[in-house]
């Protein structure tokens, strides 16, 4: 697609996911935890994006090299909505600031919304950010802070709560795109942070009940809980979101669904993890009680662009 090449570093953006698996998929199949973002997000885009097909939204990787041309890290920006946020890897800041110009370059050239967004780790998600302002001016403030998880062993709740687990059907459809709807608003609310203005909707509820990757905790007949998990890449599956609805929650269906769902992963032979919001004491003790244990912290750093000018209005001295 494209490339720049500064300070011992390399960054070659691709639009072409199934080429990010070839040229990088040996650094995402060797710590497929820590990359497990990344990679079921490729894996997925490389299943079914069409040939030849153009997304309607942003949807590029940058494959960062170093100087022997190794490859050091993947960052992408494919999330489908506002803000379009770049997920930015464990990178030295050098490597960091010039993916931030690379990206500033490829958005200004392709006509893309304005680079406002970035999660990863906090050192290299900083550079990153300090170099999109250098070029852009704003301020900066931190968002959702992540903690990614991994169980090796599961504990199932004792006692058990009522129910059981069983997957969506295309009947749930409607359910599954309300609990979608509302996932990351009801998330910030019981984090304790005010509401987005405009709070991120996920979207794909008919694709992934097709997928068989959704998952319901039934009680009499009503659905109580929602717990999904993404296909496995590179014999990871990453489980997320999970959604309880507030009239349901303290009863324990969360934590019987994800132990459940977690131990299917298990018995077919793969790995499971998942992220969690670091505010949200609820979400990481339900995780902590059925096994699961803190791999890495992340940080979202937004941008809040710099206020423009008023035309006629001459600037202060």
């Known amino acids: 697609m494209s490339s720049e090449v500064s300070s011992g570093y390399h960054v070659e953006l691709h639009d072409d996911p199934a080429t990010v698996l070839a040229v990088a998929g040996d650094l995402l199949a060797a710590d497929p935890v820590v990359w497990s973002v990344v990679a079921s997000v490729t894996h997925h885009a490389a299943r079914t994006l069409p040939a030849g097909g ?13 100087a022997r041309s190794g490859v050091v890290g993947v960052a992408m920006r494919t999330m489908p909505h506002a803000p379009h946020t770049v997920w930015v890897p464990a990178l030295p800041d050098d490597a960091a600031r010039l993916l931030a110009r690379t990206a500033l370059d490829h958005t200004a050239r392709a ?34 802070p992540d903690r990614l998880w991994e169980a090796r062993a599961v504990t199932r709740p004792e006692p058990a709560p009522p129910g059981r687990a069983r997957r969506a059907t ?26 987005e203005a405009e709070p991120l909707r996920i979207g794909g509820a008919r694709g992934r009940i097709l997928d068989g990757d959704i998952w319901l905790w039934d009680v009499g007949g009503e659905s109580v809980q929602l717990t999904a998990a993404r296909p496995p890449s590179f014999g990871v599956v990453r489980i997320g979101p999970v959604y309880t609805p ?28 998942l992220y969690t919001d670091r505010d949200n004491p609820v979400s990481n003790r339900t995780y902590a009680a059925i096994g699961f244990e803190p791999v890495l912290d992340q940080v979202n750093l937004a941008i809040d662009p710099a206020p423009a000018a008023v035309p006629g209005r001459a600037k202060e001295s």
């Open 170 to 195: 295309l009947a749930d459809l409607a359910l599954v795109e309300e609990w979608f709807a509302v996932f990351h608003a009801d998330a910030d609310a019981q984090a304790g942070r005010a509401p």
């Open 111 to 144: 006509g893309e919304p304005a680079l406002t967004s970035a999660n990863g780790a906090r050192s290299a998600v900083r550079a990153y950010t300090d170099e999109v302002l250098r070029a852009t001016g704003g301020t900066v403030h931190e968002g959702r």
């Open 246 to 273: 507030a009239a349901h929650r303290g009863r324990g269906y969360a934590r019987a669904l994800v132990a459940d769902v977690a131990q299917r992963v298990l018995d077919a032979g793969d790995r499971v993890c």
């Open 54 to 66: 153009r997304p309607t939204s942003p949807m590029w990787w940058a494959v960062v090299r170093d």
